[in-house]
Every structure is written in C-alpha cells, then in structure tokens.
Nanobody, 118 residues
Framework: VQLQASGGGLVQPGGSLRLSCAAS????????IGWFRQVPGKEREGVGC????????YYADSVKGRFTISRDHGRNTVYLQMSGLKPEDTATYYC????????????WGQGTLVTVSS
C-alpha cells in the first residue's frame, strides 16, 4: 500500500504546475483526498480536498480560483492543478487519502517540493 505525490519543481510566478497523487495497493475511489502544504517552521495547512463521491471539492481561500483538484479513476490518481502561482505558494505539498467509512484507513504520501521564484 503506497501513496505517492509527485510533480513538484521550480516555476516562475504566474506559472502553472500539476501535482499528482497516485495510489498503489488500494482504490482511491473509496477515499476523500486532501492536499496540504508545509513551509519549514510552520504548521501544515490544508489546500483543498475532493470527496470520495467526487461530488464536492473544497479549497482554502488562499488558493480558490487558482487551484483545481480532479480525479483520474483509470489511473487511480488525483491531481492538483495549480495556476497563477505566487511566491507564497512555495512549500512542500502532501496528499492524504482518508476512507470515510468503516474500516477507516488514512494514508499520507511523501511530500513534493514546489518553488515559485523568478
């Protein structure tokens, strides 16, 4: 069982980047997926999430209108599309998979670093 985040890198302000959260060993369709980010010395903060039913997405005010979360059921992957990136979006991004019904499971992917700089 593994959850892997990838796609980070260096991007200029105003640019775009797409992060991937891929699962192996379990089906992401049964999980709500959250994206979080963390800067050294600060607490991890929620960026957004998508419900297990795909009927709802939620975003932090700081990224609303710029970030979009979506699923690719065939690839068992969830994406975080980021556009209009700002230097303050620089952080290590993590994905989390949470199964909302019994049996409850929760998995974290390793972080992927996003650096927004000119």
């Amino acid at each position: 069982v593994q959850l892997q985040a990838s796609g980070g890198g260096l991007v200029q302000p105003g640019g775009s980047l797409r992060l991937s959260c891929a699962a192996s060993g379990f089906n992401l369709d049964h999980y709500a997926i959250g994206w979080f980010r963390q800067v050294p010395g600060k607490e991890r903060e929620g960026v957004g999430c998508i419900s297990n039913s795909d009927s709802n997405t939620y975003y932090a005010d700081s990224v609303k209108g710029r970030f979009t979360i979506s699923r690719d059921h065939g690839r068992n992957t969830v994406y975080l599309q980021m556009s209009g990136l700002k230097p303050e979006d620089t952080a290590t991004y993590y994905c989390n998979a949470d199964r909302p019904i019994s049996p409850r499971y929760n998995y974290w992917g390793q972080g992927t670093l996003v650096t927004v700089s000119s």
